[in-house]
């Protein structure tokens, strides 16, 4: 066993262990849910989607915030399903991480139920955001053995709109001038084989051989479009192949990393720790990206980040969320883990995103330093998300 799977391991055992040193009862007074719809970015680049912020507050009055990820027509379901939580909560003694995630665990039906694991994913933040500021600690001085100062990100550019390769290749040129070293395309967006190739060969022009360039094939409808693109782009050298084809057939992916020489990437779209071992098991992907605000929850990714590296697989975070508390909690869990990849970032949903927080992102060198305040290390402008909500949602207890 490797130093690292040691240090992994330490993780584990100590965040199950922690309520021993910082044995404090937490009792919740309410739960507040606060639903920001969808809006245009400031550059018009693309469409900013929709966010789901949940605040705990304690019976002493410590607030925790969460983050649940938000998908079109089915934010009503997660916001119920955190409400239907706040009604359970009373009936453990402590509402801990653990505490909570025996409660919720003896509801096996909807382990894979995605509305359901954002919704678990958020309150377990906030419950987390809350515990390390009774330690006094930041949530990575918490539950670190290895605590990096800082965690190597990249610039996810998808727009839902149809831009040409010319303006594709000068979007990413733009970003990689805020400091990114990695950018994330999506080829196959409107284009054929040939087309992507063309937008591959254009980018590496444009950006030069050090920064990279991973590739987001969106599960094409196509299954043999991975393989038959992979030859045409080789020569660009691409950083990753992810969702070559949809998570959940893992025998397609299977197929596709064997006949690869790019690293696959999966699990985005997946929740749940059993489908992450079947993964793993098959050894289907050289990089999983569970979503920080979808995956299960902290201990559930951390539980994934510890069998991935047993198995030399890396963890890369999806954030498909606000550039706020799921961005923080993402920064704080890949400081400490030792296969952590580069985590995801949206550029053009950070001026949005801002105005809900009083805390900045600075990229540096393709990095982002992790911040070191209590907690997911950042503070929430609340008067602005209530002024910015369609749907809020008090629940008392």
């Known amino acids: 066993m490797t130093n690292t799977t040691t240090d992994i391991q330490n993780i584990i055992d100590y965040i199950t262990h922690c309520k021993n040193q910082y044995n404090k009862v937490i009792k919740l007074s309410s739960v507040q849910t606060y639903f920001v719809e969808s809006s245009d970015t400031e550059n018009t680049w693309s469409k900013v989607k929709s966010f789901l912020f949940v605040k705990l507050t304690t019976n002493d009055g410590i607030d925790g915030w969460g983050e649940a990820f938000t998908k079109e027509g089915e ?23 653990w505490g909570f995630l025996n409660l919720i665990s003896k509801d096996k039906k909807n382990t894979i139920n995605v509305c ?33 100062s800082s965690v190597s990100v990249y610039a996810n550019i998808w727009s839902d709109k149809h831009y040409s390769d010319d303006d594709i290749a000068k979007k990413a040129k733009n970003v990689i001038e805020l400091g990114y070293r990695a950018v994330k395309i999506y080829p196959l967006q409107n284009r054929t084989i040939n087309q992507a190739t063309s937008l591959m060969k254009l980018l590496r022009s444009k950006l030069g051989k050090e920064i990279h360039i991973l590739l987001d094939l969106e599960c094409p409808s196509n299954v043999n479009d991975a393989i038959n693109l992979e030859p045409l782009i080789s020569p660009y050298n691409p950083y990753w192949y992810e969702e070559p084809s949809d998570g959940l057939n893992i025998e397609k992916l299977v197929s596709i990393k064997n006949q690869s020489s790019f690293d696959i990437v999966t699990g985005e779209g997946q929740c749940g720790i059993d489908h992450f071992v079947n993964v793993i098991n098959a050894r289907a992907a050289q990089i999983l990206n569970p979503d920080i605000s979808m995956a299960g929850g902290i201990l559930d990714i951390l539980v994934i980040a510890k069998l991935a590296h047993e198995n030399n697989i890396k ?20 400081s400490v883990l030792p296969n952590a990849e580069m985590a995801e970032l949206f550029p053009d949903f950070m001026a949005h995103s801002n105005q809900f927080m009083s805390t900045r992102y600075k990229i540096t060198n393709g990095k982002i330093e992790v911040p070191d305040n209590l907690g997911l290390g950042i503070d929430m402008n609340e008067d602005v998300i209530i002024e910015k909500s369609s749907n809020t949602r008090l629940s008392s207890i």
């Open 75 to 97: 934010e009503m379901n997660v916001i119920n399903y955190i409400h239907n939580f706040a009604e359970m909560i009373p009936s453990i003694n402590s509402a801990t991480p």
């Open 315 to 334: 963890i890369s975070p999806h954030c498909w969320n606000s550039m706020t508390i799921s961005v923080a909690a993402m920064l704080q869990i890949c």
């Open 116 to 148: 359901h694991a954002s919704a678990r994913s958020a309150f377990e933040m906030a419950l987390w955001d809350i515990y390390a500021k009774k330690a006094n600690k930041s949530l990575s001085q918490l539950i670190g053995v290895k605590r990096k």
